[in-house]
C-alpha cells in the first residue's frame, strides 16, 4: 500500500517511518524520496513488500517544491539549521532583477549538492564527513527545473514555487540563485507540495493515518 504523508517539520524521514511501523505492526515499510528535517509535505510512505519494490520508479518522477528563501545571508547547510552568516544585507534586489536571475535558472542546469546530504563519497554519506570538518570534491550533476514562480517578495524574504525533476535539490537552487543576485540565501522553509500524482492535497497526517487495505 501506498500513503503519501504530510511530514511535519522537526522530524527526519526514519522517523515518520519508524511511526507507521509502530501504528501498523509491519516492519517492512520504507519511503521514496527523503525530506530534510526542516521540511514539510508530501512524503511517500510504501507499506509492505510489494509496495517497497516501487521505491526507486517513485523517487524519479517530477517534483513541486515551495520555499521561502531569506536574502543576504548564507547558511553552511544552505537551510535555516545550519551556520548563519552574514553575506550582503546592503543590496536589496529589485523585483525585475530577481526575475532576470530566476529565469536563468529555467531549464537544464548543473549544480552541486549541498556537502550536508546522504549522497555517499567512497561509501561514506556526505554530512557524515562534513561533520568531521572532512572536505570532498562534490561532482555536479545535471537536473532540470521546469518552472520558478515567484509567489511573494518582500526583502529579504523571497517566496518560489518550483516545478523540477527527481535530483534536484532545492538548497542548493535557493543558495545558487542568492549568490547570482549578490545577495546570498539560504532556504528558510521547504515544502514538497507533489512528487508524481501525489500532492499535499491528498496526504494523509501522522494522526489520522487510513485503515491498511
Known sequence: MIIPINKPAGITSHTVVNKLRKHYGIKKIGHAGTLDPFATGVLILLVGRESTKKSQELM????????????????????????????????????????KIIASFIGEISQIPPIYSAIKINGKKMYE?????????????????????????????????????????????????GIKLGT??????????????????????????????
Open 184 to 213: 546570498g540565501a539560504y532556504l528558510e522553509t521547504l515544502e514538497r507540495r507533489q512528487s508524481g500524482e501525489y500532492n499535499i492535497e491528498n496526504c494523509y497526517s501522522l494522526d489520522n493515518l487510513p485503515e491498511l487495505k
Open 129 to 177: 564527513l562534513a561533520r568531521k570538518g572532512q572536505t570532498v570534491d562534490i561532482p555536479p550533476r545535471l537536473v532540470h527545473i521546469y518552472d520558478i514562480i515567484v509567489l511573494e517578495y518582500t526583502y529579504p524574504y523571497l517566496t518560489l514555487d518550483i516545478a523540477c525533476s527527481s535530483g534536484t535539490y532545492i538548497r542548493s537552487l535557493g543558495y545558487d540563485i
Open 60 to 99: 524519479k518522477q517530477d517534483k513541486i517544491y515551495r520555499t521561502k528563501l531569506k536574502l543576504g545571508y548564507i547558511s553552511d547547510t544552505y537551510d535555516k539549521d545550519g551556520v548563519i552568516q552574514e553575506y550582503n544585507i546592503q543590496k536589496v534586489p529589485a523585483r525585475a532583477e530577481i526575475d
